[in-house]
Every structure is written in structure tokens, then in C-alpha cells.
């Protein structure tokens, strides 16, 4: 059974943006934190950014400032605005449900010209 849909990944030239959506169920979205993970070919998986059920966020140092994570309560679903992209974020993102466990299907996003 998913639990976490994601959508939003794809192709997209240096400098670009792109936005990741995940939707979960109401019960699994209002509780606990929410994150988004990705795993480049080779490399371990790596938090990118995280947000609360009361909307504090963190992020991986070296991605401050290019992308933003944020929910919308109403739909149960969060987002990952992905701007200025660079051909080192290309990679599988994972959303994450932390209380719960579980985790998305993946969606590739390649950065490349």
C-alpha cells in the first residue's frame, strides 16, 4: 500500500528549478515531521531538508538558501522547491514520513544541459 506519492522530478537544465510534491493521508501527515532525502548513484542517502508538524525547518548545510521545503496542512502534502540547480543535485528524492517510517517511491531529478 503507498502511503507517500510523490511527483515533480525530471529533466532540468543548470540553473533551473523544479518543485517536488508529496501527498500521504491526512493521519500520516499530521503527525510528526515530514522530509525530503535524495541518493546520488554511489552515495549514501542525505537529508536535504525537513519540516515539523508545526513547520520548523532544517536543512542540509550546503543547501541552504537554493532549496525550500514547505507544507500545505490542506492538501496533506509537502514541497520541495528545488531553485538554481546545479548537475551535483541530480539524484533520486525520497519523501519521508519520520514519525511513520515511510517512506516515497522516488523521483528522479536530472540536472544536465
Known amino acids: 500500500q503507498v502511503q507517500l506519492v510523490e511527483s515533480g522530478g525530471g529533466l532540468v537544465q543548470p540553473g533551473g528549478s523544479l518543485r517536488l510534491s508529496c501527498a500521504a493521508s491526512?493521519?500520516?501527515?499530521?503527525?510528526?515531521?515530514m522530509g525530503w532525502y535524495r541518493q546520488a548513484p554511489g552515495k549514501q542517502r542525505e537529508l536535504v531538508a525537513r519540516?515539523?508538524?508545526?513547520?520548523?525547518?532544517n536543512y542540509a548545510d550546503s543547501l541552504k538558501g537554493r532549496f525550500t521545503i514547505s507544507r500545505d496542512n490542506a492538501k496533506n502534502t509537502v514541497y520541495l522547491q528545488m531553485n538554481s540547480l546545479k548537475p551535483e543535485d541530480t539524484a533520486v528524492y525520497y519523501c519521508?514520513?519520520?514519525?511513520?517510517?515511510?517512506w516515497g517511491q522516488g523521483t528522479q531529478v536530472t540536472v544536465s544541459s
Open positions: 519540516i515539523t508538524s508545526g513547520g520548523t525547518t
Open positions: 491526512r493521519t500520516i501527515f499530521s503527525i510528526g515531521a
Open positions: 519521508n514520513a519520520e514519525f511513520w517510517g515511510y
